[in-house]
């Protein structure tokens, strides 16, 4: 039956239904929301999340997938969901050894034998999609065999069809559809699932990677055997090691857990700074540790791209945060499809400046887990207390960024983010050209008012010209009041000129072209002054 489309999609369509329907009639029987009511919600979660799961167990395809996905957003997804969603994939049976067998000869057009020496009957790993298996080839290389299962893509596809309707049905019945893109996530979501399908494009991502991290000692990348690889196999190095979550296994061989989460951190914090792809599936099942530390990195079947624009956009809201610039984040965040329309721009640039002042008041030298729970939440709830949405184009990334951090904590819950980071966003940030940038919009900022005082000046001489009954006194007052407004704006700037002190060169740049301006500016006040003296 599950290879029946209809019955796929009456299966899919009416359990979602059903999660909406028993979640309305949850809020219309619950006014009050105390702790009792929250015991309750969290009993329904739970319960919808493990009847998720068995189905997706049942039915595998693209619930096995989307199950994935979800496990992993814990920026919008209910705590209860996301623990019954959790090892999901490892509960996937796996299809029969008759079939991969067939199957390598399908693709290779000839017996096993004529390639392979030993083909161990048991997968040593199974999924959504694949399934793999140990095996030596004729000269005695050991390899991984990764096979497609049986009727995959068949299913994938009948489940394309249940999953539009379903997204359809979120959005019209559920706040979530305001909350998202879902057109445009569901595009992306599909566009994703196909390209995995395609073991030849996964083939393509692996030497993608290891070309790009040749010269990194520290993390390797197995080959392939291009030879013996199709849309549907795949021949790769077999490569030793334990999950990089095995603290046991790196303990007994003295492996140092807190350098190989700081290679770990690089490694992906490379990839999300540059344009390029990145591996988007780095849960531990593809970050494996060998005996001499070296990290491996396996499966590129799921992989996300960053644009030159998205970089473009990444330091655009950084510049914004530097220099409080909340209206250029706002801007930025809009541009990256994160804004609904008709948001309340206002209000949404009130809520980032309060939560990252409340964050700057904070230390988040050392990520823990608790620390990232609560970070959680308040994404979370920003989420759904403000007018912004989940966009499609970063949910990929979301998603990677979201793995990365939870490895990093499990393997090393000491993780200094900051300190790692810092040498690697400023090197990033592009030095010179970054910080020219950064002061000119200070320099753009902070001579609004100064500007706006010769001119006042001039409008007042050019009165003086047409009435010559000056009230001197007056004028000496305001033009003490300018004064100060001076003294104010140079005070200012030499505080964010400490802000940047750590671009050594261009904090002293700037002190000096602060001097200069400050100098230009009382002696123009003096003549001035001056002016008004002689009319005494």
């Known amino acids: 039956m599950k290879y029946n489309v209809v019955y796929r999609c009456a299966v899919i369509v009416w359990m979602i239904l059903k999660y909406i329907c028993q979640i309305y009639f949850f809020h219309i029987r619950h006014h009050v929301w105390d702790e009792r009511t929250r015991q309750k ?95 030596k080839l004729k000269d005695g290389t050991t390899v991984a065999i990764k096979v497609q299962r049986y009727r995959v893509r068949e299913i994938f596809h009948m489940d394309f069809k249940a999953m539009k309707l379903v997204f359809w049905m979120i959005k019209v019945f559920t706040n979530f559809g305001k909350k998202a893109d879902l057109n445009a996530l569901y595009r992306e979501l599909i566009y994703v699932m196909d390209r995995e399908l395609d073991f030849g494009q996964e083939l393509a991502f692996g030497k993608y990677f290891k070309n790009r991290y040749k010269h990194n000692t520290s993390v390797y990348i197995p080959g392939y055997f291009e030879q ?32 190989t989460a700081k290679t770990l951190f690089e490694f992906y914090l490379d990839q999300f700074l540059h344009p390029g792809n990145f591996h988007a599936d780095p849960h531990a099942g593809n970050v494996l540790i060998q005996q001499d530390g070296t990290i491996v990195i396996i499966d590129f ?22 220099i409080d610039d909340y209206d250029q ?31 700057r008041n904070g230390s988040f030298s050392h990520l823990d887990t608790h620390t990232m729970d609560t970070i959680k939440d308040d994404i979370r709830i920003f989420i759904n207390d403000q007018p912004i949405q989940i966009s499609a184009d970063y949910a990929y990334l979301g998603r990677a960024v979201s793995i990365v951090f939870g490895l990093l904590i499990s393997l090393y819950p000491d993780v200094d983010i900051e300190k790692w980071a810092r040498p690697i966003i400023k090197e990033w940030l592009g030095g010179k050209g970054f910080t020219d940038s950064i002061y000119k919009q200070i320099a753009k900022d902070a001579a609004k008012p100064i500007l706006s005082f010769p001119k006042a000046m001039l409008n007042w001489l050019e009165n003086g010209e047409k009435n010559r009954q000056w009230e001197k006194e007056k004028q000496y007052a305001q033009l003490l009041h300018h004064f100060y ?14 802000v940047f002190a750590g671009f050594y060169l261009y904090g002293v740049t700037g002190y000096i072209m602060t001097g200069v301006f400050t100098i230009t500016l009382v002696i123009t006040l003096m003549k001035h002054y001056q002016m008004i003296c002689s009319r005494k």
């Not at 919600?41 to 989307?66: F, T």
């Not at 329309?341 to 009130?350: D, F, M």
């Not at 407004?485 to 400490?498: A, D, W």
Request: net charge neutral; with cysteine.
């Open 485 to 498: 407004i001076l003294v104010e704006v140079i005070n200012f700037i030499l505080i964010l000129g400490s």
């Open 41 to 135: 919600w969290n009993a329904l979660l739970r319960k919808q999340a493990k009847d998720y799961s068995e189905k997706a167990v049942r039915l595998e395809g693209v619930l096995i997938k989307v199950g994935q996905f979800l496990g992993t957003r814990a920026d919008f997804m209910p705590d209860a969901f996301i623990q019954e969603l959790r090892g999901l994939v490892d509960r996937v049976s796996p299809s029969s050894f008759s079939y991969a067998k067939s199957a390598m000869e399908k693709a290779w057009g000839e017996d096993v034998d004529k390639h392979l020496t030993e083909l161990q009957d048991k997968p040593i790993a199974a999924a959504s999609i694949g399934q793999v298996y140990r095996a």
């Open 301 to 322: 079947g799921m992989i996300g791209e960053i644009h030159k624009q998205d970089i473009h956009y990444f330091k655009q809201l950084i510049q914004g945060l530097i």
């Open 228 to 259: 013996l690889c199709t849309e549907e196999v795949l021949v790769m190095e077999w490569v030793d090691g334990a999950k990089i979550t095995n603290l046991s296994y790196m303990h007994k061989h003295r492996i140092n857990v807190m350098q």
């Open 329 to 359: 984040v706002v801007e930025t965040l809009d541009d990256m499809n994160f804004v609904l329309p008709n948001a309340n721009r206002g209000k949404l640039k009130k809520m980032i400046k309060e939560t990252i002042e409340m964050y």
